[in-house]
T-cell receptor
Framework: NAGVTQTPKFQVLKTGQSMTLQCAQD?????MSWYRQDPGMGLRLIHY???????DQGEVPNGYNVSRSTTEDFPLRLLSAAPSQTSVYFC?????????????FGPGTRLTVL | GENVEQHPSTLSVQEGDSAVIKCTYS??????FPWYKQELGKRPQLIID?????GEKKDQRIAVTLNKTAKHFSLHITETQPEDSAVYFC???????????FGQGTELSVKP
């Protein structure tokens, strides 16, 4: 199992550009989520999904879109990048139907918006 | 709203001492409380978790306690070692959607 994978690892954007951060998991997990990590602010939930076709907003959803067309993939789209979106982005997944609720994180994407 | 508060934000201890990190949560229906350790430049990794029907759980040098009435839980690390130096995050799984809400993190430094 590769676990949770994210691409790219690093990205530099100019203000106003759009891009998609990719996230995939091969553990057949129902639950997937995106977090951003900023110094002193912990991990803040952007969007999450409890299964294919179902998504919901987290704590800081503005400026981001998600979709969940398959169980495996959960891409995060930045529609018009802003310097305030400079951050490290983590995707995570967990299995909701078993007693094991452990959430596994991907390696992260470091995004800089100029 | 759903919120997790974590204290302290930084903690410095001598090797061999104990370290305690405390968290409070707002959603009384929360039923799962994990702790993650994040080393510099790496992803967060689960070190211990506790469910709402348990008051305390221990795994070697680390333990977690939960007080549901007060809505707070704590991480205890005994006999700290330099390799325990990292950022530690608490989290609570809220009822709505089963999402995991994290605290702000504690940077633990263990001095040899």
């Amino acid at each position: 199992n590769a676990g949770v994978t994210q691409t790219p690892k690093f990205q530099v954007l100019k203000t106003g550009q759009s891009m998609t951060l990719q996230c995939a998991q091969d553990m057949n997990h129902e639950y997937m989520s995106w977090y951003r990590q900023d110094p002193g602010m912990g991990l803040r939930l952007i969007h999450y999904s409890v299964g294919a076709g179902i998504t919901d907003q987290g704590e800081v959803p503005n400026g981001y879109n998600v979709s969940r067309s398959t169980t495996e993939d959960f891409p995060l789209r930045l529609l018009s990048a802003a310097p305030s979106q400079t951050s490290v982005y983590f995707c995570a997944s967990s299995c909701r139907t078993s007693g094991n609720n452990e959430q596994f994180f991907g390696p992260g994407t470091r995004l800089t918006v100029l | 709203g759903e919120n997790v508060e974590q204290h302290p934000s930084t903690l410095s201890v001598q090797e061999g001492d104990s370290a305690v990190i405390k968290c409070t949560y707002s959603d009384s229906a929360s039923n799962y409380f994990p702790w993650y350790k994040q080393e510099l430049g790496k992803r967060p990794q689960l070190i211990i978790d506790i469910r709402s029907n348990v008051g305390e759980k221990k795994d070697q040098r680390i333990a977690v306690t939960l007080n549901k009435t007060a809505k707070h839980f704590s991480l205890h690390i005994t006999e700290t070692q330099p390799e325990d130096s990292a950022v530690y995050f608490c989290a609570a799984r809220v009822l709505k959607g089963g999402k995991l809400i994290f605290g702000q993190g504690t940077e633990l430094s263990v001095k040899p």
